[in-house]
C-alpha cells in the first residue's frame, strides 16, 4: 500500500479543508488516517466500525485485548457512546476538554467490543488540536485512535516517526509538524465511586483535584508492586522501548553524572557505544558516548516533550547502551518518570 504523507497547517484559518475531506472520506470508509494531536501522533480509524479497529490493531501488532480510545470533536456527541455520563466527569471535561485527558466510562451499546479490547468501559477524549477536530468531524464523529507508532515502540511526536513505523501499512499520513506535548493523555477512571489516575499525564492529579476532588493513583502503577496488576489493559505491556537497553541513574546531580561518566567510560572500554541522555544543565560535564539533551531540568515540559524524539535519534544511531538521568516525580514529572522507567525495564541504578 503507498503512504501519502499530506502536510497540513496547524493554523484554524488557513486549514486546507480538500486535504481533511479527503482523509475523513478515508476514515468513513473504514480506512486509517494518521493524524497529529496534542500529545503523540495517532492513528486513526471509524472507532464505530468493528472492521476499521480491527485495521488498527494489525496495523500496530497491537494485541486485540488493549482497547482503544475514541476522540470526539464536540461535547454533546459524548452521551452517545457512553451510557452514563457522571457528574465529576462534567466539571473535568469542562475544565480540561479539548485537552490531553481521557475519561473511561461504562459504554453504550453502539460501541463496539472491538474497540474498547471486549471491555464493557470506553475510553474517551477530545483532542487541543485543529487538525485532529477537524478530522473527527469529517471522519463521522468518532475516531479510535491509539498512538502511531508500532506495538511497544516510542510513541511517535513527529510524522517522520510515524512514517517509520507505518509506511506501507496505511494510506495517508497527515502532517502537522512537532506535537506540543510529547507524552500521552493523562487517563482517569470515572465509572467508578472514586475517580481513578490509570496513566499519568500532562494533567497531574493535583489539577483534578483542584476541580473535583478526591482522585487516587491507581495501585497497579506503583512500580514496586508487581503483584498489582495495572488497570489499562495498555500499561502492563513493554513499551516505550527503544532498541538499545537503557538505564536510568538516580540520585544527586554531581553524584549522577559522576556515576554516567564511569559507566560510559566503561562501556567505551569494552567495544560498545553508549548513548547518553543529559539535559541543557548537565550536557556540558558528560565526556563520554553519544551525549544528547532531553531539554532543560528548570522546565519539565521540555523533556516530555523531546524524550521519545531522543530514543528514537539513539535507534538510528545503533547505540547499544543508554544512561540516562532521572526525573523528579512531581507535575509532569511523573508522567515522564511512568515513560522513563517502561522504556527502561524498570532498570534504574543509584548514584
Ligand atoms: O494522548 C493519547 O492518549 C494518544 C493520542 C493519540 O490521543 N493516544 C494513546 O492511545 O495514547 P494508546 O492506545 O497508545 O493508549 C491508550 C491506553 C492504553 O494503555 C489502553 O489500555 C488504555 O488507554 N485504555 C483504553 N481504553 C480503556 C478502558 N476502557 N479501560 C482501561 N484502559 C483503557
Ligand atoms: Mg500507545
New binding site residues.
Given amino acids: 500500500m503507498k503512504t501519502v504523507i499530506e502536510k497540513i497547517s496547524n493554523d484554524q484559518k488557513i486549514l486546507n479543508q480538500n486535504k481533511i475531506a479527503a482523509a475523513g472520506k478515508i476514515i468513513q470508509e473504514g480506512g486509517l488516517v494518521a493524524f497529529p494531536?496534542?500529545?503523540?501522533?495517532?492513528?486513526?480509524a471509524d472507532a464505530l466500525n468493528p472492521e476499521a479497529s480491527r485495521k488498527i490493531y494489525e496495523a500496530k501488532g497491537?494485541p486485540s485485548d488493549?482497547?482503544?480510545?475514541v476522540?470526539i470533536s464536540r461535547m454533546e456527541d459524548l452521551t452517545a457512546i457512553v451510557s452514563h455520563v457522571p457528574r465529576q466527569a462534567v466539571k473535568l471535561a469542562q475544565r480540561f476538554w479539548p485537552g490531553?485527558l481521557?475519561m473511561?466510562?461504562k459504554?453504550a451499546k453502539q460501541v463496539p467490543l472491538q474497540t474498547?479490547?471486549g471491555?464493557d468501559?470506553?475510553?474517551v477524549?477530545m483532542?487541543d488540536h485543529p487538525v485532529?477536530l477537524a478530522l473527527i468531524q469529517a471522519g463521522g464523529g468518532y475516531i479510535a485512535?491509539?498512538?502511531?507508532?508500532v506495538s511497544g515502540r516510542p510513541?511517535p511526536t513527529l510524522a517522520e516517526h510515524v512514517a517509520q513505523d507505518m509506511e506501507g501499512r496505511i494510506p495517508m499520513i497527515l502532517d502537522g509538524g512537532a506535537v506540543g506535548?510529547g507524552?500521552?493523555?493523562t487517563?482517569v477512571?470515572v465509572?467508578g465511586d472514586i475517580p481513578m489516575i490509570?496513566?499519568p499525564?500532562f494533567i497531574t492529579l493535583e489539577m483534578m483535584w483542584e476541580v473535583i476532588g478526591e482522585v487516587r493513583l491507581d495501585p497497579g502503577l506503583a512500580e514496586d508492586d508487581p503483584s498489582v496488576r495495572?488497570?489499562?489493559?495498555?500499561?502492563k505491556?513493554k513499551?516505550y522501548a527503544p532498541k538499545a537497553e537503557l538505564i536510568l541513574i538516580h540520585g544527586a546531580q554531581e553524584k549522577v553524572q559522576q556515576k554516567i561518566n564511569d559507566l560510559t567510560q566503561e562501556a567505551e572500554g569494552s567495544g560498545k557505544t553508549a548513548g547518553v541522555i543529559g539535559t541543557d544543565e548537565s550536557c556540558g560535564c558528560y565526556c563520554h558516548g553519544i551525549v544528547k539533551s532531553i531539554g532543560a531540568r528548570s522546565d519539565e515540559a521540555t523533556v516530555a516533550r523531546h524524550l521519545y524524539a531522543i530514543l528514537r535519534e539513539f535507534d538510528q544511531q545503533e547505540v547499544d547502551i543508554i544512561y540516562s538521568e532521572s526525573f523528579s516525580s512531581s507535575g509532569i514529572g511523573q508522567a515522564i518518570m511512568n515513560r522513563m522507567l517502561k522504556a527502561a525495564g524498570h532498570q534504574i541504578i543509584e548514584a
Avoid at 37 to 44: A, F, P, R
Avoid at 145 to 149: G, V
Fill in positions: 494531536t496534542e500529545t503523540v501522533y495517532g492513528l486513526g497491537r488493549n482497547p482503544l480510545i476522540h490531553p481521557t473511561i466510562f459504554k474498547t479490547g471491555l468501559t470506553v475510553a477524549r483532542p485532529a485512535a491509539p498512538s502511531a507508532n510513541s506535548i507524552i500521552e493523555s487517563i477512571d465509572s490509570l496513566r499525564g495495572p488497570k489499562a489493559p495498555g500499561m505491556y513499551h
